[in-house]
């Protein structure tokens, strides 16, 4: 309503108002009234246009507020200033999170019924026997309460839950602090807090729900003969981290989504043949070492490494392998220590001491149980030195600190790189970034060259690892390697275009490696593994480019091979994650006979205690009626999850804190996950799941939400995040 003056074109002075100068008695009327009642109403039309108007808005925001679905729309009527106030909301305390932790549960209880516990089959099997409640069932508190006889003196990091010490001294037992770096697993300082601790706070695997092994299992059919009669001597172990291969370009193919996204925009038949010719050089070592054919006509070209090995032999090719992590520094902890990575952001994990003994660790305690005096030429008996080779800086993302927990007895990084004054010349091309945080993987092949000399002149067993970086963004190539137009009708600049030929460079230097051991008498008893830290996605995949927050395939599956030589050639499909590699490692070591009594034993022991599968027998893809997830922390680390499982095509990707869509292809079908679902809603997804996929992936996915939720919170209780230890 609207309300005007009486007497609109009069004074308004004060002494005109209820003074009785007014000589008209309808004005008189109003003249001992109150304020508000010297007003009357105007009736009009357009007063009545005004009320309506003011009235329409909240009135459609009353109605659609009541008829709009929950989410995401209840997120776009928030105004800022509303928003804002979250900002007072109280965040959790440390012992909240703590509490959050310790309380979960695994969802589907039925699953460890004591009906479904599996016996100890062999000496070293643990067997499996989750309990229902927080007490441990009796199998798994054997396990927690026994101490190994190969635990011998003072143990290398990472072994402090085998440690006697363990019950008496906390967590870490007798392990000394680490020179300049604090010994607490701690990310949020150390607030004690009046709780209940859990009953075991190592990783058990008798009492893990997700645990499958199939170490029970005989080896692969073609590989048994072979490590059975001793044909396979693996006297060093390489361990090559690849930056941003994904498994298409692993080698690239011809018969892949990737070539299809190359050559989806040709113009022609002319532009594909063009294409082709040049597509067949970019990964001609890649072929050799995985045993796949790219698909395009032979080209004769004359490479930097000659395979040596015989036909129908070169080792063990992983097709279908996830990462654990699209982000290198977690995928790197994964490879290196066979635990899977907490979903939180950054690498957090880089300033604790991962939950398993790691690769390096493992190693030095093989050298701890082993008598060397007198090894002879008996190269089982010779000990083991383990080593670290990048062109990359080591200090981002606290790798640096990593490293160091891990006990390398050697590193060369790029810090190394540049404060060596004999070699260093910033006229080299070698010595020029090829990124803004690495020089070409070639600038190190002098060092690694000494090194191996060095080792082998003193009987010693190598452990390398090895970090290569040229494919990473911005993909750029030393100066004065050749540049080739792969995709000539897009232009130099397009960035496929510059990761291909980064491609090239990384395979030439792959061959640089392999010649490297073939020339010091390595090769023939040496196992290279050979494993991407994440895929790639480019604007072609799924108009978003990189790994940060990216949900396409493309960024989650990678190249994987473990190769020497005298191994037959498989090529093993299965939708596992690199969180097999530490003890597949462990596996060909024992199963090969390449370790002496006393190694084969710890070994033995320890491969029992990782939750990954070994990838030398048949892979089980349920157990029961429990699914063996493969799991991936998206970058950056918090807001996204990744889950598959072996027995299914389909794919997840769930968000974890509610700001964005669930998401469920199946890149078997789908390879560019076109055909996708999506839902704000758990109950959306499993409905629209059903409408697409059928009433079996519904299912699946209404058991991976909440497989994915728990997951979360025990990886945070194993890596005793937020002050548990």
């Given at each position: 309503?609207?309300?005007?003056?009486?007497?609109e074109?009069e004074?308004?002075?004060?002494?005109?108002v209820?003074?009785?100068?007014?000589?008209?008695?309808?004005?008189?009327?109003?003249?001992?009234k109150?304020p508000?009642?010297?007003?009357k109403?105007?009736?009009?039309?357009?007063?009545?246009?005004?009320?309506?108007?003011?009235?329409?808005?909240?009135?459609?925001?009353?109605?659609?507020?009541?008829i709009?679905?929950?989410?995401p729309y209840?997120?776009?009527?928030?105004?800022?200033?509303?928003?804002?106030?979250?900002?007072?909301?109280p965040?959790?305390?440390?012992?909240?999170?703590?509490?959050?932790?310790?309380?979960?549960?695994?969802?589907?209880p039925d699953?460890?019924?004591?009906?479904?516990?599996?016996?100890?089959?062999s000496d070293?099997?643990k067997?499996w026997?989750?309990?229902?409640?927080?007490?441990?069932?009796?199998?798994a508190?054997?396990y927690?309460?026994?101490t190994?006889?190969?635990?011998?003196?003072?143990?290398?990091?990472?072994?402090?839950?085998?440690?006697?010490?363990?019950?008496?001294?906390?967590?870490?037992?007798?392990?000394?602090p680490?020179?300049?770096?604090?010994?607490v697993?701690?990310?949020?300082?150390?607030?004690?807090?009046?709780?209940?601790?859990?009953?075991?706070?190592y990783?058990?695997?008798v009492?893990?729900?997700?645990?499958?092994s199939?170490?029970?299992?005989?080896?692969?059919?073609?590989?048994?003969e072979v490590?059975?009669?001793?044909?396979?001597?693996?006297?060093?172990?390489?361990?090559?981290?690849?930056?941003?291969v994904?498994?298409?370009?692993?080698?690239?193919?011809?018969?892949?989504?990737?070539?299809?996204?190359?050559?989806r925009?040709?113009?022609?038949?002319?532009?594909?043949a063009l294409?082709?010719?040049?597509?067949?050089?970019?990964?001609?070592?890649?072929?050799?070492?995985?045993?796949?054919?790219?698909?395009?006509?032979?080209?004769?070209?004359?490479?930097?490494?000659?395979?040596?090995?015989?036909?129908?032999?070169?080792?063990?090719?992983?097709?279908?392998?996830?990462?654990?992590?699209?982000?290198?520094?977690?995928s790197?902890?994964?490879?290196?220590?066979?635990?899977?990575?907490?979903?939180?952001?950054?690498?957090?994990?880089?300033d604790?001491?991962?939950y398993?003994?790691?690769?390096?660790?493992?190693f030095?305690?093989?050298?701890?149980?082993?008598?060397h005096?007198?090894?002879?030429?008996d190269?089982?008996?010779?000990?083991?030195?383990t080593?670290?080779?990048?062109?990359?800086?080591?200090?981002?993302d606290?790798?640096?600190?990593?490293d160091k927990?891990?006990?390398?007895?050697h590193?060369?990084?790029?810090?190394?790189?540049?404060?060596?004054?004999?070699?260093?010349?910033?006229?080299?091309?070698?010595?020029?970034?090829v990124?803004?945080?690495?020089?070409?993987?070639?600038?190190?092949?002098?060092?690694?060259?000494?090194?191996l000399?060095?080792?082998?002149?003193?009987?010693?067993?190598?452990?390398?690892?090895?970090?290569?970086?040229?494919?990473h963004?911005?993909?750029?190539?030393?100066?004065?390697?050749?540049?080739?137009?792969?995709?000539?009708?897009?232009?130099?600049?397009?960035?496929?275009?510059?990761?291909?030929?980064?491609?090239?460079?990384?395979?030439?230097?792959?061959?640089?490696?392999?010649?490297?051991?073939?020339?010091?008498?390595m090769?023939?008893?040496?196992?290279?593994?050979?494993?991407?830290d994440?895929?790639?996605?480019?604007?072609?995949?799924?108009?978003?480019?990189?790994?940060?927050?990216?949900?396409?395939?493309?960024?989650f599956?990678?190249?994987?091979?473990?190769r020497?030589?005298?191994?037959?050639?498989?090529?093993?499909e299965?939708n596992?994650?690199?969180?097999?590699v530490?003890?597949?490692?462990?596996?060909?070591l024992?199963?090969?006979?390449?370790?002496n009594e006393?190694?084969?034993?710890?070994a033995s022991?320890?491969?029992?205690?990782?939750?990954?599968?070994?990838l030398?027998?048949?892979?089980?893809?349920?157990?029961g009626d429990r699914?063996?997830?493969?799991?991936?922390?998206?970058?950056?680390?918090?807001?996204?999850?990744?889950?598959?499982?072996?027995?299914v095509?389909?794919?997840?990707?769930?968000?974890?804190?509610?700001?964005?869509e669930?998401?469920?292809?199946?890149?078997?079908?789908?390879p560019?996950?076109?055909?996708?679902?999506?839902?704000?809603?758990?109950?959306?997804?499993?409905?629209?799941?059903?409408?697409?996929?059928?009433?079996?992936?519904?299912?699946?996915?209404s058991?991976?939400?909440?497989?994915?939720e728990?997951w979360?919170?025990?990886?945070?209780?194993?890596?005793?995040?937020?002050?548990?230890a």
């Amino acid at each position: 309503f609207r309300y005007i003056p009486l007497n609109e074109d009069e004074d308004s002075d004060s002494d005109s108002v209820g003074t009785g100068s007014s000589s008209s008695d309808e004005e008189n009327q109003w003249d001992e009234k109150s304020p508000s009642d010297r007003y009357k109403r105007d009736n009009t039309p357009r007063s009545w246009l005004r009320v309506a108007c003011r009235l329409a808005v909240p009135a459609f925001l009353l109605i659609t507020s009541m008829i709009r679905p929950h989410t995401p729309y209840d997120r776009i009527s928030i105004t800022l200033p509303i928003a804002l106030t979250a900002i007072f909301e109280p965040l959790p305390t440390a012992c909240q999170t703590q509490q959050s932790v310790l309380d979960n549960r695994f969802p589907f209880p039925d699953l460890l019924s004591p009906s479904a516990w599996i016996r100890p089959q062999s000496d070293y099997a643990k067997g499996w026997a989750p309990s229902l409640t927080s007490r441990l069932s009796p199998l798994a508190e054997a396990y927690r309460e026994r101490t190994v006889e190969w635990f011998k003196g003072s143990p290398p990091r990472g072994f402090f839950r085998w440690d006697p010490a363990r019950f008496d001294q906390g967590y870490y037992g007798s392990l000394p602090p680490l020179e300049g770096i604090k010994p607490v697993n701690a990310s949020n300082g150390n607030e004690k807090c009046d709780m209940e601790l859990e009953e075991d706070a190592y990783y058990n695997p008798v009492s893990d729900p997700m645990k499958i092994s199939n170490l029970d299992h005989d080896l692969l059919p073609a590989l048994r003969e072979v490590l059975d009669n001793g044909n396979v001597k693996i006297r060093h172990v390489v361990l090559v981290m690849m930056e941003g291969v994904r498994d298409d370009a692993w080698p690239l193919r011809k018969d892949t989504h990737f070539y299809d996204l190359i050559t989806r925009k040709a113009r022609d038949a002319d532009d594909i043949a063009l294409a082709n010719e040049r597509l067949a050089r970019i990964t001609p070592n890649a072929e050799r070492i995985t045993g796949l054919h790219n698909g395009f006509a032979p080209t004769h070209d004359k490479l930097n490494w000659t395979d040596t090995a015989e036909e129908g032999f070169g080792g063990v090719n992983v097709l279908g392998t996830y990462t654990p992590a699209t982000m290198t520094s977690k995928s790197y902890e994964t490879l290196l220590c066979g635990t899977p990575p907490m979903s939180v952001s950054g690498f957090i994990e880089g300033d604790m001491d991962a939950y398993q003994p790691c690769l390096p660790q493992i190693f030095d305690m093989l050298n701890n149980v082993s008598d060397h005096d007198g090894a002879g030429d008996d190269y089982r008996n010779h000990p083991w030195r383990t080593a670290l080779f990048q062109s990359t800086s080591e200090q981002y993302d606290r790798l640096d600190v990593f490293d160091k927990r891990l006990g390398f007895h050697h590193r060369t990084t790029r810090r190394e790189v540049e404060n060596d004054e004999t070699r260093r010349n910033d006229s080299d091309p070698m010595y020029q970034l090829v990124n803004y945080f690495a020089y070409p993987e070639p600038v190190t092949l002098p060092y690694l060259s000494e090194y191996l000399d060095d080792t082998l002149g003193k009987q010693e067993r190598l452990f390398l690892t090895h970090v290569t970086s040229t494919t990473h963004h911005e993909w750029d190539t030393p100066t004065g390697f050749p540049w080739t137009h792969y995709i000539h009708w897009n232009g130099e600049g397009n960035h496929l275009n510059k990761f291909l030929n980064t491609m090239r460079y990384h395979d030439e230097w792959m061959g640089t490696l392999m010649n490297l051991l073939a020339e010091k008498g390595m090769a023939n008893e040496t196992l290279v593994v050979f494993a991407s830290d994440h895929g790639l996605s480019f604007y072609e995949d799924c108009g978003k480019e990189g790994t940060y927050d990216n949900d396409h395939v493309s960024n989650f599956r990678i190249g994987l091979t473990f190769r020497h030589p005298h191994l037959p050639r498989v090529q093993y499909e299965v939708n596992a994650t690199t969180l097999s590699v530490l003890p597949t490692i462990l596996d060909l070591l024992v199963s090969s006979g390449s370790l002496n009594e006393q190694e084969t034993h710890v070994a033995s022991d320890l491969v029992h205690d990782y939750e990954g599968q070994s990838l030398i027998r048949p892979y089980k893809k349920k157990d029961g009626d429990r699914r063996a997830w493969s799991i991936t922390v998206v970058n950056p680390g918090s807001s996204k999850l990744g889950m598959t499982s072996a027995d299914v095509p389909w794919r997840l990707t769930m968000p974890l804190k509610g700001e964005s869509e669930y998401r469920m292809t199946n890149p078997v079908e789908d390879p560019f996950e076109e055909n996708l679902v999506t839902s704000w809603t758990v109950e959306g997804l499993v409905k629209e799941a059903r409408k697409k996929f059928g009433e079996e992936a519904a299912q699946w996915a209404s058991e991976a939400v909440p497989t994915g939720e728990w997951w979360v919170l025990e990886k945070k209780r194993l890596w005793r995040y937020h002050t548990l230890a």
